[in-house]
């Protein structure tokens, strides 16, 4: 079976999660890259927000969103 990413000629897209002390609260980064043209970073980055949005909630609440935020109507 092949690995993620062996079908890419330069291997898989790269996730990085860095988190670091800001002041009294923390801050995070998230780094994509590898991709292979600017649709391909354009599609990934309108998944971000909703992905960050139900973190966010998570971490605040302690709870996800009641819905994935990925499943709701485009404004």
Do not use: C, H
Not at 19 to 36: A, D, H, S
Not at 41 to 48: C, F, P, T
Request: charged share 25%; no cysteine.
């Amino acid at each position: 079976m092949p690995r993620p990413g062996e079908d890419r000629p330069n291997g898989a897209v790269r996730i990085t999660f860095d988190i670091q002390p800001y002041g009294g609260i923390v801050r995070l980064t998230v780094t994509e890259e590898n991709f292979l043209d600017q649709a391909e970073r354009d599609e990934s980055a309108e998944g971000w927000a909703a992905v960050q949005s139900n973190l966010k909630s998570l971490l605040e609440t302690g709870s996800p969103l009641s819905q994935e935020p990925w499943l709701q109507p485009q404004r």
